[in-house]
């Protein structure tokens, strides 16, 4: 895959290297000849499945296997300290809108203090290149998740040496609308759509892990950068197609708390400054100090600890003023 090059003779981790994203990347950066494989996840299966790939497919890569989690402080420092890798992907998130909307804090502790961690972590050992995978839902965000990795790129804008990639939905991708879709068609259901209006991006696996290993290889860092994507699909026209000739209806079912009828790319405050190959686009963005991230991580830590849904809201929209908290999120901070 073009710009795995780049990796050859290098450590390289890769966190959530058992998801459907990350094995994808570690399966390319396997190809080039990297000098060692790092792969960090909490699924067992996940991790059994890739490892024996790599072995199967490219034996003579050294592959290192971490059972562990990017919340994990301890585990980070040692493994880093250990293996000393010199690029690391960070692929683990957890990223179903409406579950997260539910569990604020799980969302919070996950994708943003533990991206933050993570990122602190590979500095702190000489990792050369660091990629946050994020997501167009951080861009003005109606739910937690998107909310989630807009801090996410936030704090990890602060380390040197990285770089945040956007990705759209990625076809396939466990849990999303095409496989869920597909279930449904299968089974002779109804297919549920929120909204006749609702559109998505859309990028194939080998798309968005292009992009990735693009923004890891690019020659710069400190920038969010967006893959070229095509329009928008509108999700009634996708289940349309999926469906074809089949007598199988269509029910619309209402957007769900943090569901917007259209991402975006780009967010109020942001420019399009350059590109970078890939072809990536690179964005000029808001920006923390560091000192203003480690107040927010030192809050949004306390906030988790107590369990305090009113100051965990507090925080979370002066840090992204551009948040739209959604009636549940907003009960769910009254009643917490």
Request: glycine share 8%; proline share 5%; hydrophobic share 45%.
């Amino acid at each position: 895959m073009k710009f795995a090059a780049a990796f050859a003779g290098q450590v390289v981790c890769v966190a959530g290297a058992g998801g459907y994203i990350g094995s994808t990347l570690v399966k390319a950066l396997a190809q080039a000849g990297p000098r060692s494989l790092i792969l960090l996840d909490t699924s067992e299966f996940g991790l059994f499945e890739i490892e024996r790939w790599v072995e199967a497919a490219y034996p003579a890569v050294p592959c290192e296997c971490i059972l562990g989690s990017v919340e994990d402080d301890g585990l980070l420092d040692e493994v880093f300290a250990r293996l000393r890798p010199q690029a690391v992907f960070h692929a683990a998130a957890f990223k179903h809108v409406g579950l997260l909307e539910r569990n604020p804090f799980a969302a919070v502790r996950n994708n943003a203090l533990a991206s933050y961690s993570l990122a602190r972590t590979a500095a702190r050992h000489g990792v050369l290149k660091f990629v946050l995978i994020s997501s167009d839902k951080a861009v003005n965000p109606h739910s937690v998740m998107g909310l989630s990795k807009r801090i996410a790129e936030l704090f990890t804008l602060c380390v040197p040496g990285t770089n945040v990639i956007r990705l759209g939905n990625v076809i396939g991708s466990t849990g999303s609308v095409i496989p869920l879709f597909l279930e449904q068609i299968e089974k002779a259901q109804p297919v549920l759509v929120t909204h006749p209006e609702a559109s998505r991006y859309f990028l194939s696996r080998d798309e968005a892990a292009t992009s990735i290993l693009a923004a890891g290889a690019a020659g710069c860092s400190g920038m969010v950068l967006l893959p070229k994507c095509a329009e928008p699909v509108r999700i009634v026209d996708l289940a349309r197609f999926l469906i074809g000739s089949r007598a199988i209806p269509i029910r619309f079912t209402g957007l769900k708390p943090g569901e917007k009828l259209t991402e975006e790319w780009i967010g109020d405050g942001e420019t399009q400054i350059g590109t970078v190959d890939g072809p990536l686009a690179v964005l000029q963005t808001r920006r923390l100090l560091r000192g203003q991230a480690e107040e927010a991580v030192r809050r949004l830590a306390t906030c988790a600890e107590e369990r305090d849904g009113g100051a965990l809201l507090d925080v979370l929209c002066a840090l992204v003023p551009e948040y739209v908290p959604s009636r549940l999120m907003q009960q769910y901070a009254v009643a917490v």
